[in-house]
Every structure is written in structure tokens, then in C-alpha cells.
């Protein structure tokens, strides 16, 4: 029996890291996560609630975390 199988599963989806902005409303976050696979950001709201959660398949960490910081810079709109 393998071992590996339950480390591997811990690792699936892992947070890497995430951007934070004050503002009078709250504070804004984007968690940038790694999936199988594949990055995704979770976009927070200044409440607190989870706005959105964004998938990049075939983007390098680095691309999907400019996108994290760029809309947290208030660059990026997010559609839908």
C-alpha cells in the first residue's frame, strides 16, 4: 500500500498566498490557490464574503498572481 496517495491529496488544493486592500468600505482580498493542476483566485469582498472563485488552466503562478494583484489594485474588473 501507498502512503503517498494521502500526502498527495493534502497538497491538491493549497493556498500560495493572497493580496489584501484597505479601503473605507473593508478590506479587499484574493487568495491565490493551487489546484490539480491548475491556479485559481478566490475573490473576497470588504463584508468578508467570497465575491467570486476564478480558474486559470494552462497560466503560469506567475501570470495568475499578477491578475490577483492587479485587481486588487483596482485594475482588474471581474465579470460575473
Given at each position: 500500500?501507498s502512503?503517498?496517495k494521502g500526502k498527495?491529496k493534502?497538497r491538491?488544493n ?5 493580496f489584501v486592500k484597505?479601503?473605507p ?22 463584508a468578508?464574503d467570497k ?9 503560469s503562478?506567475k501570470?495568475?498572481?499578477d491578475?490577483?494583484e492587479?485587481w486588487?489594485?483596482?485594475i482588474?474588473?471581474?465579470?460575473g
Amino acid at each position: 500500500p501507498s502512503h503517498d496517495k494521502g500526502k498527495r491529496k493534502e497538497r491538491t488544493n493549497m493556498k500560495i498566498t493572497h493580496f489584501v486592500k484597505e479601503s473605507p468600505a473593508g478590506t479587499y482580498r484574493a487568495e491565490l490557490h493551487e489546484g490539480s493542476g491548475h491556479y485559481y483566485i478566490e475573490y473576497y469582498g470588504p463584508a468578508g464574503d467570497k465575491i467570486k472563485t476564478e480558474k486559470f488552466e494552462g497560466r503560469s503562478i506567475k501570470q495568475v498572481s499578477d491578475i490577483a494583484e492587479s485587481w486588487i489594485n483596482g485594475i482588474q474588473v471581474l465579470n460575473g
